[in-house]
């Protein structure tokens, strides 16, 4: 009955908005600790990739979650479930598409995928951190 009545177009505006909070919230206490280290501003911003990956996977994932997915697990079958793994599996595939265009070495894109799989991890067991 609650999916007959309810509009899930109106849930697409919330991934947007937490995936920007999260994706400015990085990039200041990035850019605070770098001023407090330094004593110059940082020019550069990061995970741009990981931010549109994300934002697009968990949009996908509220609007198909009646999507080929439920057909495997029941638990897909939620919007928000639906929208989590997408958004999870965007934010990585826009990392990784943001790292093979800057050309990074090979070191350095294994340390920093492991940093924000790290961050990611923390975000996710702890929504209210």
Not at 29 to 35: P, Q, T, V
Not at 45 to 55: E, I, K, R, S, W
Not at 56 to 69: E, K, Q, S
Request: aromatic share 20%.
């Amino acid at each position: 009955m609650a999916h007959e009545v309810i509009d899930y177009e109106w849930g697409l505006f919330y991934p947007s908005v937490f995936g920007f909070s999260l994706w400015q919230a990085f990039n200041k206490a990035k850019s605070i600790n770098f001023k407090n280290d330094y004593n110059r501003e940082l020019k550069k911003v990061y995970l741009t990739g990981c931010l549109f990956g994300m934002v697009a996977g968990m949009n996908m994932g509220i609007y198909w979650y009646h999507g080929f997915l439920s057909n495997y697990c029941k638990c897909f079958d939620s919007p928000v479930i639906s929208g989590l793994f997408y958004g999870f599996t965007g934010a990585i595939l826009g990392f990784l598409i943001e790292a093979f265009t800057k050309k990074s070495s090979k070191k350095t894109l294994i340390s920093h995928f492991h940093s924000n799989l790290l961050i990611t991890n923390y975000l996710l067991l702890n929504p209210f951190f």
